[in-house]
Each structure stands twice: as C-alpha cells, then as structure tokens.
C-alpha cells in the first residue's frame, strides 16, 4: 500500500507573529521620529547623522529576510547581524527607544539559534549596559545597575514568552506527525477490511465457477445439455465477479487520489461508480467549511459504504448523495431507491456496517442514522462537526 507523505520534521516559516511586526514597525517609526525632533532642537555631526542613517536602514532592511525558525546560511546570520544593529541604534544617536527592537532581536535570536544561545546573549548584553553606563557615561555602579536591570527583566519576559511559542510549535509538530501517521494507519485498516470483504465476495463467486465448470466437465458426455447450463452458469458468475472486481476497484482508488479534500474527494468518489448501471447524483449546500481529517475520513467511509451497498444489495437505479454546511456542522446523506433494509438480503446490515460507521460518527462528535425513506428505498444520514472534538 502505498504510504501517506508524512509532514516534515518543521511546519513552514511563517514569519513573524503579526503582533510582534506591528510593535516592530512602531518603535522603529518612534525611534527615527524622535531622533529628528532631537536633531531640530540640538544638531549633530554630520557623521553621526550618516552612521544613525546607515544603522536605521540596515534594521530596517534585515527585518522583512529574518528567519524564525531554525536554519543554517547567511539567513541564520541575519539573525545576529539583526541583533547587532539594533543595539548599536544606542551608539549612533538613539535615545534608548531602540532598546525594545533590541529585545525583539534577542526573541529572533531564541527562534533560529534556541534559548542557550540568546540566553548567553541576554547575559552578554546586560554586561555591555553595565559597562557601558560607568565607563562611557561616568555614571556610578548603582545609576549602572539601575540600567541593567530593567533589561535583565524584559529580557527574561521576552526569552519566556518565547521559549512558550518555541514549546508550541513543537507540540504542534509533534501532533501533525501523529495525525498524518493515525490517518495512514486507518486507511491501512479500511484497506484490509475492504480486502476481506472483496476476498468473501470474489472467493465465493470463483468457488461456484470452479464447481459448475467441474460439472460441466462430468457432464459433457452422458447429458450434455446439463453441461452446457453448467457452462451458462459460471458465464453469469464470471460476469458478476468481474462486476464486484470493477466496483471494487473504484472503491478503493481514490483512496489514493492526492490533492482532493473535502467535497471535491466525495465528488470523486461519487463518479468512480460511474459504468455500475447505478445513476449517482451529488451536490453541495451551503458554504463549505475547512475539515477536519478525521472527519472527512468518516464523510469518505460514509459515501463509500452507501453506494457499495446500494450496487451490492439494494437493487437501486439512482443514489442521492447530498453534502450540506449549517454553521459549524456538515451533513452528509447517503438515499438510494432500491429496497429498504427489509427487502435486502442477511449481508445488508452486516456489510454496510452501521454499528462501525456510527462508532466512527460518535468519536468525533456527531451521529449517524439510517433506515427506510417512507417513499420507499434506504438512507443513511450522518451529522459531524466540521471539526472534531477534543481528545477524539
């Protein structure tokens, strides 16, 4: 059987949160607009001008290539050329508004290089402040400690917060392999049951081939009439195998058909039985909503079982498959014409297994009913959430 493609170890950079490029945006905007109304009030070397321009442009150029996720390259080095420039805002004329782009520097740091590193870095950092405030500015340790700690502890917030969204998307990662290898599993099991019942269906349709064939041959000298029904026969039979093998088939492939989710991979489905002689409708109400895959997998077995059932047991000419959205919730109904469940053969309950579709319907949440359309025929209607339930 061929395997599912499994997500990779890490979801896709997706850049920033929104939040933080709106703080981002904000504080560099303040910090260059309160560098102008200084420059308006008390002028500065040209240089100094030009060096603040420069760093300013350089924070602003590396902000939209910054990666927040682990990498290797010339991106990873963005990361602490970023950081750098941002804290040597200070050095080239900012009056320490800047500080906060520093700490978001310090969060990118955490996100591409992980928390030793901008932790060593916070530490790095607070001992250049320190330094910094007595040796450049003449100030006393208490008027340096004064300083230093107020970025010691949004530091420390920011790392926090951080390390929680890092410990999220590793949840989240770990999840997403869990449910790609869950979903694969399900199938390798719907597989086999499938299997099961195709190696019931054709196994018993050979072995009454193979009986009347043998018949035949005892019979093809002393009655050779009754040779020829015997011949007659397993035709018919080869005839209805080669149907089951066909029906069964289009049952299974799309089981593999990539790329189709939701309604599109129902309306797939509800085609594949084109050739049956059994006419298959299918429509959409409402605005489709996103699926959950666990849902979906049981909208999929749902439509998949009804129209097996209506070709094998049913007698029907037309199945109806109907997919509605009402809020939050998705209806699929499943109603052929053929006989109802009193006018099927024993197979009927068993092979269209309600009891498995309905313990499949309650795990993620909804419900499942079936039985006779009062106009005669048989319907199957199940009503899901469009996602399932926590913990199922």
């Given at each position: ?19 933080l490029?709106?703080v ?120 340096a ?25 590793r ?29 019931d ?39 209805q ?27 797939q ?33 749902v ?11 049913a ?47 309650g ?30």
């Amino acid at each position: 059987m061929p395997r599912l493609p499994v997500p990779a170890a890490r979801l896709p950079d997706t850049g920033p949160p929104l939040l933080l490029s709106v703080v981002f945006w904000v504080v560099l905007a303040a910090t260059a607009l309160v560098y102008a109304a200084a420059l308006s009030t008390s002028p500065a070397p040209v240089g100094q001008v030009v060096a603040f321009g420069v760093n300013l442009a350089v924070v602003t150029g590396l902000w939209p290539v910054l990666p927040w996720r682990r990498t290797r390259g010339w991106r990873a080095a963005a990361a602490v050329v970023f950081l750098v420039a941002t804290f040597t805002l200070g050095i080239t004329g900012s009056n320490e508004i800047h500080q906060l782009l520093t700490l978001i520097a310090v969060a990118n740091v955490a996100f591409v290089h992980g928390m030793r590193a901008a932790g060593v870095i916070v530490g790095c950092l607070c001992c250049v402040v320190f330094t910094s405030v007595m040796v450049l500015y003449g100030h006393d340790v208490l008027d340096a400690v004064g300083q230093t700690v107020p970025v010691a502890v949004f530091a420390a917030f920011v790392l926090g917060m951080t390390s929680a969204v890092l410990e999220a998307r590793r949840r989240r990662e770990e999840a997403q392999r869990l449910l790609a290898r869950i979903r694969e599993l399900t199938i390798a099991q719907e597989r086999a049951r499938m299997g099961a019942e195709m190696h019931d269906s054709l196994g018993h349709h050979l072995t009454v081939i193979k009986l009347a064939l043998e018949n035949a041959e005892r019979f093809r000298t002393r009655r050779p009439e009754s040779a020829w029904d015997e011949v007659r026969q397993a035709k018919d039979l080869t005839r209805q195998a080669l149907l089951d093998a066909r029906r069964w088939v289009r049952a299974l492939r799309p089981l593999a058909l990539d790329g189709h989710v939701g309604s599109t991979a129902l309306q797939q489905l509800a085609a594949s039985f084109d050739g049956t002689g059994l006419g298959v409708s299918f429509e959409v109400v409402g605005g489709e909503l996103p699926l959950d895959p666990d849902v979906e997998l049981v909208l999929y077995r749902v439509l998949q079982e009804g129209l097996a059932n209506a070709v094998r047991h049913a007698g029907a000419r037309h199945v109806r498959g109907s997919l509605a959205f009402h809020g939050d919730r998705v209806v699929l109904t499943v109603a052929d014409d053929g006989r109802g469940r009193d006018g099927r053969d024993g197979r009927a309950g068993g092979g269209f297994g309600l009891r498995s579709l309905a313990e499949r319907a309650g795990a993620v949440g909804g419900t499942l009913t079936a039985g006779d359309r009062p106009g005669g025929g048989f319907e199957v209607r199940a009503e899901l959430p469009a996602w399932a339930r926590a913990g199922s």
